[in-house]
């Protein structure tokens, strides 16, 4: 009944959450998470990572190394304490006890890094994740896997997205049902237990609006805090139009995508080069625009009939979008992920915890027909403590 950590910075580029896991067959339990947001000035140059030099990219790979480290040796302060709580951890089902939580037990850290870039489709299939993860196994004590992403476009996949392994492995056994993750980037997994996984990037999530947010606010808001900005907003139906034109939309999965697509550039395509000038317009614009890629990728790709749509990842806490994700979807019920009892910025970290367990015992830990991958395989790149 091992331990794990799972690390995980979104390129929403809020901060870093951290998970302290038990697992146990297919049960599983947090014992501590948390989330740690990002200096002023670190946000600012993830945010503008694209333009950054060669030294300056190894710089940040070091500084977010170091974050990372924190962050993990924090949320095994938070577990210790939890532990002198309470010592045991039922079972996801609440079929009996896990077991005792022991710190001694962590056996790996699971760091999915910060993407910088993702291109699986350049010429020369290409991805960066930064982070070193020398550095949080020197910090921690704990042995470190990292670099998921390489492996699996080296086997000729897309490298993402791999959190839908998690999906299936622990939610794969009922009905069909889809579990969408709205970070930086959006991405669905469709699960079930007479249904063949399938797994994609649907578009833009948080990142986009986050942009507009910032921009609009000139720098005041980082993020549109409960979608209260979009619903003050009317939606521009021509500028949602050009962006729904986007090809990205048409091409079948395998794919994966991320910020190099769904950018600033592409809101000045829609709404002209002072995009920024339309205001809540705009804002209010990307938000239904967002929650359209992901009903519309459905129809497009998704043949099985769910049952429900399961929604993690910080674009839960945006109200505005959920209520346009409820009546594009309907009658299918859209519920946030806490209501099976896992906070919905925790599944991330929490995935990739069990990521690196998988990487360590040498097993498979992605599903190879959903990123494209010529064969299972296990990714991750293991620093020893």
Known sequence: ???????MSGTS???VSAALVEFHHRAFRVAAFRTDPYPAPVRALLQRAGELTAPQLAQVNILLGELLADSALQVLRAGRALHGARHSL???????????????RVAVVGSHGHTVYHGPRDPIPST???GDPSLIAERTGLPVVADFRMRDLAAGGEGAPLVPFFDQYF????????LQNIGGIANVAIVGRRVT????????????????????????QSFDSGGGLARQGRVDEAALKRLLAHPYFRRPPPKSTGPELFNASLLAEAFGRRWWRRGLDVLATVTYFTACTIADSYRRFVRAPIREVIVSGGGVKNRTLMAHLTRLLAPVPVYSIARYGLDPQAKEPVAFAFLALRAIQGRSNHLPHTTGARGPR?????VSA
């Open 171 to 178: 939610f794969g056994r009922g009905a069909a049902r889809a």
């Open 378 to 382: 296990p990714l991750g790149i293991l």
């Open 1 to 7: 009944m091992p331990l794990a950590i799972g690390l």
């Open 128 to 130: 960066l994740e930064l």
């Open 197 to 220: 996984p399938l797994a994609f990037d649907t578009g833009p999530g948080n990142g986009l609006m986050d942009t507009a947010a910032r921009r609009i606010t000139a720098g005041r």
């Open 13 to 15: 580029c809020d901060g």
């Open 90 to 104: 039922a079972s996801e089902d609440g079929a009996g006890s896990v077991g005792r939580v022991s710190l001694q």
